[in-house]
């Protein structure tokens, strides 16, 4: 069964995560991880070639102090190159490279472990302020060096580097003894064979920082694992919450639309367990069993609702068969006779387990009331045919008669009481006429003339007419007529003979002392004018109260019984209702209902 797809509420909020969302959320965390990571990494080499720096110009000045040492003491290469493998016995030293004022290697030190000192760009470090160059190189195989070089300053005097010129202070010192002038002249000799120093290359071992980036890159993995987990977990939860919603919500759809179908069912629906209580029952179920819309019947037995007329509702599962369409008689709650056709049938799971029973019904009460309308049509069609026929073959005799009573009421002398008798013959016969007349207006009734007329001022008439009689029973009357209630389209003469008979009626069964009360209202949502008309008489007896608009049908003994039957036959032809409620002995209200535009019938 397929379901229509519902307009979305602007209002509502969307429930479901976007898939789009989700891969931005997952992007933006790596990316956060990498950018993170990176960052710790370029804080870490920065710090880590600050300190090697630092360490780097500390071990370079204690290789010139050590150098102005041996220049003092008169060193020779071999002494530098002694005091420059003493300083790689440090574990972070790579390699150390001296280099004399005549660009020769005067001492060097070079670790397996690392790559050959880079070559020197002397031109670049003279020109540089500081004098110091720094480096990182980087090795697949070896390890990462961080290289330092500096020039170093000359001072100028003989163990620095400059030539050594003999002078006239030096030729004096020779002339004193012969054994000073030979010790001055084997430390001139040294002095002049060694170089001064002029650019120290140091390379130290980032191993510190080789350790801290494998160790950033495991910190980093790590997280990225507990991240995918958490993430995995967090993406399960998100589709798991999505389908959920998914599900509750095309449920809550399915039950909805379930629900209004339901309820939208011009037949009431009611579902019973197993034990023959109510589970279910729909709005039209509701209605027509005459209960409140919101009365909680869930849980009761269906027999405390209503029981149908020699048939048991609970008892539909041993049937063995459906119930379809039929017609039964039911006592509501409220003991009134309700006619409905029922359908019942049993309710079972995919298992085919029994589950309850369903039933299904209509009222036909309108359907019954229609069929006795129809009967009812068709019996006065009947009778007023017959009515039509008799009335001509007994008018033309009765016409005769009458002339003849009167032709022998002028010409013959007649005594006093005979003179009574002709008198009553004549009016009986008018009588009859009357009643003829009567036959003939229900046989053939005329079509009414509309034109607009105001409701008030025909029941104001009425009451007019009948004012003598009311007068003389000393009956009190009630006419209560709005202002507000409009000029409607009638025959005014046809309905004055409605509302007339309805008071005559009124007036007649009302003993001394009784009331009247005449209403008119406006319904503005059905379209109608409703005049009431009610008596506190002796009231119509239940089993005669569906009979008062059959022609002949009288409860007094001088009634004709075609005054009502006349009066629904107007009423209708001005394609409106009339009703009737009585009880015996309290009193009869009939209710007259008009279209306020014709047309079309009500």
């Not at 209960?291 to 008892?315: Q, R, T, Y």
Request: hydrophobic share 45%.
């Amino acid at each position: 069964m397929k379901f229509p797809d519902f307009p979305r509420n602007p209002h509502e909020k969307r429930q479901y995560f976007p898939f789009v969302a989700l891969l931005a959320a997952v992007s933006t965390v790596v990316l956060l991880l990498v950018v993170y990571t990176s960052n710790n990494l370029r804080i870490a080499r920065q710090r880590q070639e600050d300190s090697l720096l630092q360490e780097g110009l500390t071990l370079i000045r204690a290789i010139e102090a050590g150098d102005r040492t041996g220049m003092r003491m008169r060193w020779d290469t071999n002494n530098l190159q002694v005091l420059v493998e003493e300083f790689a016995k440090t574990p972070k030293v790579a390699y150390i490279r001296v280099i004399g004022v005549h660009e020769s290697v005067l001492a060097l030190y070079h670790d397996a472990e690392t790559n050959q000192p880079s070559d020197i760009d002397t031109a670049w470090l003279e020109s540089n302020e500081f004098k110091i160059a720094t480096a990182t190189h980087s090795s697949e195989q070896q390890v990462d060096v961080f290289e330092i070089t500096t020039r170093v300053v000359s001072r100028g005097n003989p163990g620095m580097g400059m030539p050594f010129h003999e002078t006239d202070e030096s030729r004096q010192e020779q002339s004193q003894g012969s054994m000073g002038r030979g010790m001055m002249r084997r430390m001139l000799e040294n002095s002049a064979a060694f170089e001064a120093i002029a650019i120290i290359q140091l390379g130290l071992k980032m191993t510190e920082l080789q350790a801290m980036r494998q160790r950033d890159v495991r910190s980093a993995i790590l997280m990225f694992v507990v991240l995918s987990v958490v993430g995995s977990a967090a993406l399960y939860a998100i589709v798991f919450t999505q389908n959920y919603h998914a599900v509750n919500q095309a449920f809550r759809t399915i039950k909805s639309y379930t629900q209004h179908v339901v309820d939208s069912m011009a037949n009431g629906l009611i579902s019973l367990d197993t034990g023959g209580n109510i589970v279910t029952m729909n709005r039209q179920a509701h209605h027509i069993l005459g209960l409140p819309e919101h009365d909680a019947v869930e849980g009761k037995a269906v027999g405390d609702i209503f029981v149908c007329e020699g048939f048991e509702l609970a008892n539909v599962p041993a049937l063995g068969t459906p119930l379809v369409e039929r017609e039964v008689r039911c006592l509501r709650a409220n003991h009134a006779i309700l006619p409905l056709s029922l359908s019942a049938s049993v309710l079972t799971d995919d298992a085919g387990r029994h589950l309850g029973t369903v039933l299904l019904f209509r009222d036909l009460s309108e359907v019954k009331a229609l069929e006795e309308q129809v009967k009812r049509t068709e019996r006065l069609a009947s009778v007023g045919r017959l009515a039509a026929g008799v009335a001509h073959e007994i008018r033309n005799p009765l016409g005769a008669l009458k002339g003849f009573l009167q032709y022998f009421q002028r010409k013959l002398e007649l005594s006093e009481q005979d003179m009574m008798y002709v008198s009553v013959m004549v009016a009986e016969v008018d009588r009859l006429n009357s009643v003829i007349s009567n036959l003939l207006e229900f046989a053939h009734p005329k079509e009414p003339v509309l034109e607009p007329c105001s409701p008030a001022a025909l029941l104001k008439h009425v009451l007019t007419l009948v004012e003598g009689d009311v007068q003389a029973r000393q009956i009190e009357v009630t006419c209560t007529l709005p202002d507000d209630v409009p000029e409607i389209p009638m025959d005014r003469e046809q309905l004055t003979q409605v509302v007339l008979n309805m008071a005559l009626n009124a007036v007649q069964a009302i003993e001394a002392g009784g009331h009247i009360r005449i209403e008119a209202d406006v319904h503005a949502e059905a379209k109608q004018l409703e005049i009431i008309i009610a008596d506190t008489g002796k009231g119509i007896a239940a089993e005669d109260v569906a009979r008062v608009f059959d022609p002949f049908f009288t409860t007094r003994k001088q009634g004709t019984g075609l005054g009502l039957a006349i009066a629904h036959s107007i009423v209708e032809q001005h394609h409106g209702e009339i009703s009737v409620e009585s009880t015996e002995g309290e009193g009869t209200t009939f209710f007259i209902r008009l279209p306020l535009q014709q047309g079309r019938r009500r």
